[in-house]
């Protein structure tokens, strides 16, 4: 017969950060304090729409920089000349706000079509975009942030023929800024190349086709950090528009492709796609031409070099228009900013939840009364908030920006911070408390079976079944007693 031996009895006292109820799990703090399980519920706000220059703007594109956490607007700046041009924006989380630096001009003649990634690498900002000024050659260039402000280096052409529609993104694993664009000068064909940020400049290796049946249009990228791949999501129109996704893998300067795969059977346009990294799914958002222009999305897993779907789900039934997807996750949430055309062309957000190969979505939130387009969303990891950036019909066609923090359940138990659980009766925030700690046992316990595992839930409650993140607890030795994460 199995014996359990005797413990050394092991506490730890600390400073209580809230209140401590008897026999529950116990945190323990950046500061030291410690502090019960518990899960905290967190109200969707929407911040006060900010112009940050009052002119027409067109094509705005947003960037969060980790490295300054700043975000970055590039914009087609209509009341000087149509340049290219980009302002810093700095959020403040305590009231959802947002405010500007100066603006820069990074273009000196007509540009459009400003598609912008951070690259982490280099701690560097990557715009790219097509220079109407040099015969819509697709180009690119590298800034850098410092304080409010930012500043460029020489822009780099990376197709030297008529470009549309460039999406940029920024592959982590191999270090690189991949840009997806249709070569007009190659007859629309869908193009990739992959960019090498140094210093102050991106160079380029060679492009490659990915897209050879037809005219592609509507392209969006982003990179899954799970399977270290590049997803491009587009129209095909050779193949009747439908909603197609490949998957591109960098090596080096260039990039292969597995085959292509249709998601939506109809015309397919507006497309935005962003990665959740909770779930490790693609979450591609598009207006269904073939179902009455409905903004829909649709959950892809990347496997190898192929991509697999769920089942479409619709979160706006009016004609839905200028999409933009972007992960906040610090809530796990996907965020689409689009233009309503079912509601006075309205800015307006849904929040979307994945599970497994589907996503649900809330209510959708309007976050500005008058008709917007050209939106672009940007997840600020420093300030925990969604930025929309927008050009504001209802006000002269500004340049306007919003914050937004989704409703979600906060969590404090991390896969490494639990350390027992509490003892001696509730203990009062700021009072000494003590814990139970690795190795001892808890005798505050109760309707535990013996013998059995438990696990510590997110609510602050302890049961067999784990949870995520997956923290174990202890293993009960009666009814009322729990040896503590052996």
Not at 241 to 246: E, L, V
């Amino acid at each position: 017969m199995r014996t359990i031996p005797e413990l050394e009895e092991g506490t730890h006292r600390a400073k209580a950060s809230g209140t401590l109820p008897d026999g529950k799990p116990v945190i323990v703090n950046v500061d030291g304090t410690v502090s019960a399980v518990a899960e905290t519920a967190v109200s969707q706000a929407v911040g006060t729409p900010v112009v940050w220059q009052s002119a027409r703007k067109d094509f705005c594109s947003a960037t969060f920089d980790s490295n300054s956490n700043k975000v970055v607007i590039a914009y087609k700046d209509r009341a000087n000349s149509n340049y290219g041009t980009a302002i810093v924006g700095t959020v403040d989380p305590s009231d959802n706000s947002i405010s500007y630096g100066t603006p820069v001009v990074f273009e000196s003649a007509n540009s459009t079509y400003f598609s912008s990634t951070f690259d982490s690498s280099s701690n560097k900002v990557v715009i790219a975009y097509i220079d109407n000024g040099n015969s819509n050659y697709g180009t690119a260039i590298v800034g850098t942030v410092s304080g409010t402000g930012i500043s460029f280096g020489s822009a780099a052409v990376f197709e030297s023929a008529d470009t549309f529609i460039p999406s940029a993104t920024f592959d982590n694993n191999s270090n690189k800024v991949v840009i997806a664009y249709a070569d007009v000068g190659n007859q629309d064909r869908g193009t990739a190349i992959v960019g090498t940020v140094s210093n102050t400049s991106i160079s380029f290796g060679s492009a490659v086709v990915f897209d050879s049946t037809g005219a592609t249009n509507s392209i969006s990228s982003t990179f899954d950090s799970d399977s270290n791949k590049v997803v491009i999501a587009y129209s095909d129109a050779g193949s009747s528009d439908k909603g197609t996704a490949i998957v591109g893998t960098v090596s080096s300067t260039s990039i292969s492709f597995g085959s292509a795969v249709v998601f939506e059977e109809g015309v397919t346009t507006s497309t935005s796609s962003t990665f959740d990294s909770l779930n490790n799914k693609v979450v591609i958002a598009y207006k269904d031409a073939g179902n009455s222009n409905k903004g829909t999305a649709i959950v892809g897993t990347v496997s190898s070099t192929s991509i697999s779907f769920g089942s479409a789900v619709v979160f706006e039934e009016g004609e839905t228009t200028n999409i933009s997807s972007t992960f906040d996750s610090n809530a796990n949430k996907v965020v689409i900013a689009y233009r309503d055309g079912g509601n006075s062309n309205q800015g307006t957000l849904s929040v979307g939840t994945v599970s497994e190969t589907s996503i649900s979505f809330s209510s959708a939130v309007v976050f500005e009364d008058s008709a917007s387009e050209d939106c672009s969303s940007t997840f600020d990891s420093n300030a925990n908030k969604v930025v929309i950036v927008y050009k504001n019909d209802g006000n002269s066609e500004y340049g306007t920006a919003v914050v937004f923090q989704p409703a979600f359940t906060s969590i404090n138990l991390t896969a490494e911070n639990y350390i027992g659980t509490s003892q001696g009766g509730s203990v009062a925030s700021g009072s000494s408390a003590t814990v139970d700690i690795i190795g001892s046992v808890s005798t505050n316990q109760s309707s535990l079976t013996a013998g059995q595992s438990y696990f510590v839930q997110t609510d602050g409650t302890i049961g067999t079944t784990a949870a995520d993140p997956s923290v174990f607890a202890g293993t009960a030795i009666s009814a009322t007693s729990l040896v503590v994460k052996t």
